[in-house]
């Protein structure tokens, strides 16, 4: 799966509760529409060649839940390291994080079937600082792109096409504007709304 990526980055995924000292899976596994199976609670780690290299080993943290009916959703990200934030950018431009998800499931199934993938993700954690209590940690982190953002038309017609393709899907709407941009709820029903009042998007229903 990590073909798509720039030369040299690194990225795997492991489900949130795996101990990479003893090797067990404990997962509580969900069956996607896809008949691909994954675990309900896993998140996707990220690292570009700049990132290794630091003298302490930095990395982007995306964790994800899933299920049978709502597919696979981001719900927080997050770091490992010093300044690990500054590194955001980048892994956004070269990686959009609307290709988070896919990626991130295909990365996690490797991780289920081949012991190999296992080995490896288990070597990279230990070069990790603070592995699991940074994680338990750190908050959802809105990443700051979207304060960057100029809401213009561009971006609010982006807004309601997925939007509206969700809808198409029957994917909760909202929450798909959320994981394609990468940012909170609240951030993404704001754009929604704004998208309304621009007459982009139809009126809300009731109950929606």
């Known amino acids: 799966m990590t073909d798509t990526l720039p030369p040299g980055w690194r990225v795997f995924a492991v489900p949130s509760n795996w101990d990479p000292a003893s090797g067990e899976l404990n997962i509580r596994p969900v069956t996607m529409s896809n008949y691909v199976t994954v675990p309900d609670d896993f998140f996707m780690t990220i690292q570009t060649p700049e990132m290794i290299r630091e003298d302490e080993s930095v990395a982007i943290v995306v964790s994800f839940r899933a299920s049978a009916s709502e597919g696979i959703t981001l719900t927080r990200i997050a770091g490992l390291g010093a300044h690990w934030e500054r590194h955001l950018g980048q892994v956004v431009a070269a990686f959009p994080?609307?290709?988070?998800?896919?990626?991130?499931?295909?990365?996690?199934?490797?991780?289920?079937?081949?012991?190999?993938?296992?080995?490896?993700?288990?070597?990279?954690?230990?070069?990790?600082?603070?592995?699991?209590?940074?994680?338990?940690?750190?908050?959802?982190?809105?990443?700051?792109?979207?304060?960057?953002?100029?809401?213009?038309?561009?971006?609010?017609?982006?807004?309601?096409?997925?939007?509206?393709?969700?809808?198409?899907?029957?994917?909760?709407?909202?929450?798909?504007?959320?994981?394609?941009?990468?940012?909170?709820?609240?951030?993404?029903?704001?754009?929604?709304?704004?998208?309304?009042?621009?007459?982009?998007?139809?009126?809300?229903?009731?109950?929606?």
């Open 97 to 208: 994080p609307s290709e988070w998800a896919q990626h991130a499931e295909g990365v996690m199934v490797e991780f289920l079937r081949l012991s190999g993938r296992r080995e490896e993700a288990a070597e990279s954690i230990s070069k990790l600082p603070r592995w699991r209590l940074e994680i338990a940690e750190r908050p959802y982190v809105d990443t700051g792109i979207q304060r960057r953002r100029r809401i213009t038309p561009e971006h609010l017609r982006e807004v309601a096409k997925i939007y509206e393709a969700a809808q198409e899907n029957g994917t909760p709407p909202t929450r798909a504007v959320q994981t394609h941009f990468a940012v909170s709820h609240s951030t993404a029903a704001k754009w929604v709304g704004a998208a309304r009042k621009d007459g982009l998007l139809p009126p809300a229903e009731t109950g929606e």
